[in-house]
């Protein structure tokens, strides 16, 4: 560790309120609820984890400008080929699948640590597939961000000769730190990871796999269904809003950051309530499936892609041969009986082939959303801060 980290100034969490350790109650409980219902085997909990980490590709790269159906995101999950995302595009969400499948590899092991050398390992998984964009190695310059749509510089880097201590700062406020709850870690090490900008590309992508990782490597609990990704992907003005907000246009980390924490936690809360919609919505479907199935006369190992199908995802037959684990001829049939009964409905010929679902999968899926409660937001007055101008 460079011992000039020691005076080296990052932003550090400020102390919570009573509103907020309301809700970080409120994250725990949920997550904890949501371990509980795991610790039985579900049928459904394959698929549901799966379309989890597509939904955090997905969201994270989007924030970017990087555009993906999430069945192509659950493609780079499978390692199959995108149905629609051109190669670029598609290249990106599948180094950012390696970085976070490193991410949540390392959870559990015990001899897993952060450093600087490993930060810099995940940015190379990410980006390994453009070397203009310097994988792995910290910029050499300036940065800047801009708005692209007011065509104006909302933020510019620290001095690019800071980096290597303002990283060894950061790893040890992760070592440091680990008695602090790990929700409030993983924001501040986003928040930390963004604003000093250490790469030249990629910067918002590695801040938000770092958070993740922080997430993984505590007693959170489920990974995969850990991540706000998939909500910061889906808030991203909320999200661009708050940086600005707590980054005052320059690395400033002596700032209050109290307004980042707080949005943190609300993405959290949000999330979590999402997550146990999702499962409450998964029981729901597959008894329902299991009535198509009975009346269809269908065999059991079709209810995986008839999941996808109700989730709106486009059901590949190379996909489906490698997730019921048949051969070629028995997903030739399977796919083509569930189209023959309307269960599915066919698009395209030969490698091009897909299918999406039919009407009594629709239904399926309109029922979910008719019954589907609103979510609570934890911090009602956040909408309105985050509107205002920043200074």
Not at 16 to 42: C, F, G
Not at 194 to 204: A, L, Q, S, T, Y
């Amino acid at each position: 560790m460079n011992a000039s980290s020691h005076h080296a100034v990052i932003y550090h969490a400020p102390p919570l309120t009573s509103e907020d350790d309301a809700v970080l109650r409120e994250i725990h409980r949920m997550r904890k609820e949501l371990r509980h219902v795991l610790r039985t085997p579900r049928r459904w909990e394959g698929g549901l984890r799966r379309s989890a980490l597509a939904r955090a590709i997905q969201g994270s790269n989007s924030i970017e400008g990087y555009q993906v159906a999430e069945d192509d995101a659950a493609a780079a999950v499978d390692g199959e080929d995108p149905i629609s995302a051109d190669e670029e595009t598609f290249l990106e969400i599948q180094g950012y699948r390696q970085a976070l499948g490193y991410v949540l590899a390392m959870g559990d092991d015990e001899y897993a640590t952060f450093d600087a050398t490993e930060i810099r390992a995940m940015h190379y998984m990410m980006l390994s597939h453009d070397h203009s964009k310097s994988p792995g190695r910290y910029r050499k310059g300036p940065i800047y961000v801009r708005d692209e749509r007011r065509d104006l510089v909302v933020y510019e880097g620290p001095d690019a000769a800071q980096i290597p201590t303002l990283i060894d700062a950061l790893v040890e406020s992760l070592h440091g730190g680990i008695n602090s709850d790990p929700v409030v870690r993983s924001a501040m090490a986003h928040l930390n990871l963004v604003m000093i900008h250490p790469f030249r590309d990629g910067n918002g992508r590695m801040a938000r796999a770092l958070a993740t990782s922080v997430l993984t490597r505590s007693d959170i609990g489920e990974p995969e269904f850990s991540s706000i990704e998939e909500w910061l992907g889906a808030n991203t003005g909320d999200y661009y809003s708050v940086l600005a907000h707590t980054g005052g246009g320059s690395w400033q980390p002596r700032d209050d950051a109290h307004l980042w924490l707080t949005f943190n936690l609300r993405a959290h809360h949000m999330q979590a309530q999402t997550v146990a919609r999702r499962v409450e919505e998964a029981d729901a479907t597959w008894i329902e499936l299991d009535q198509l199935i009975a009346e269809h006369s269908l065999p059991e190992r079709v209810m995986d892609a008839m999941f996808d199908a109700v989730l709106g995802y486009r059901v590949r037959r190379a996909t489906y041969l490698k997730r019921a684990e048949v051969t070629d001829q028995t997903a030739t049939r399977d796919l083509a009986t569930l189209a023959s009964e309307g269960i599915l409905t066919p698009h395209g010929n030969g490698r091009g082939r897909y299918y999406t679902a039919g009407v009594p999968l629709s239904q399926i899926q309109k029922r979910r959303r008719a019954r589907r409660a609103s979510l609570r937001d934890p911090y009602p007055w956040m909408r309105t801060k985050l509107s205002q101008p920043t200074t």
